[in-house]
């Protein structure tokens, strides 16, 4: 896999591959068009696994993928990672329990995260359990909208202040414009979540729009 010592790729072969699937099923499901939306993969304290910029997440393959320190550094000079990786690593950082991110350019999401006021609050929906933390449809579920910026460095720090404000329970944002992300503790938590607020996100826009 390029980008990763060769000595270290037996180690991280089985998360590449992983990774590479979830991507292409989103991808199959058109939440990633034109080389939109990237993932990454917590390997240990210090590195994730990461989509590269411009890849075609319905061919994603470990080859698309490669390795990057928590400051954004690719362990090998020259490969260019997603241009969204201070938003990945930034989560990383803020918590040692994320093992991996998700982020999605659906229809839905970059729809809804335009037309939302601020905030959007789920609430009376089965599907808000499938997010962890989340036990009833009586609970209300808050899914943050950030305002956009071509600045990573920027979002980077809104998703620290938000975070430091508690309002990251739902373990999902959506950028005002651009889409949503999602994590988990693993990778299949990470893929659950992302499909639990993209159903959810799906119902908003519904409810809203086709009455």
């Not at 896999?1 to 591959?17: L, N």
């Not at 980077?156 to 404000?165: E, N």
């Not at 503790?185 to 809203?208: K, M, P, S, W």
Request: proline content about 4%.
């Amino acid at each position: 896999m390029t980008g990763v010592p060769a000595g270290q790729v037996p180690a991280w072969t089985a998360e590449a591959e992983a990774l590479a699937a979830v991507g292409r099923v989103f991808g199959e499901r058109q939440w990633c068009l034109a080389t939109g939306g990237n993932f990454s993969l917590r390997l240990d304290g210090g590195h994730c696994l990461i989509t590269r910029s411009g890849t075609d997440k319905t061919r994603l393959t470990p080859d698309d993928l490669m390795v990057c320190d928590f400051a954004g550094v690719p362990v090998t000079p020259g490969a260019r990672p997603s241009a969204e990786t201070p938003v990945h690593t930034a989560l990383y950082a803020l918590d040692d329990c994320i093992g991996a991110v998700l982020h999605t350019h659906s229809v839905t999401s970059t729809v809804v995260s335009r037309a939302a006021p601020g905030d959007i609050v789920f609430e009376g929906y089965e599907m808000q359990k499938a997010i962890d933390g989340f036990t009833s449809h009586e609970e209300k579920l808050v899914l943050p909208v950030l305002d956009n910026s071509q600045d990573m460095r920027t979002l980077a720090a809104t998703v620290r202040q938000r975070h430091a404000l508690g309002h990251l329970r739902a373990a999902g944002f959506l950028v005002r414009g651009h889409g949503l992300y999602a994590w988990g503790a693993n990778l299949d938590t990470a893929r659950r979540h992302v499909e639990g607020l993209e159903f959810l996100l799906e119902c908003y826009r519904q409810e809203r729009f086709h009455r």
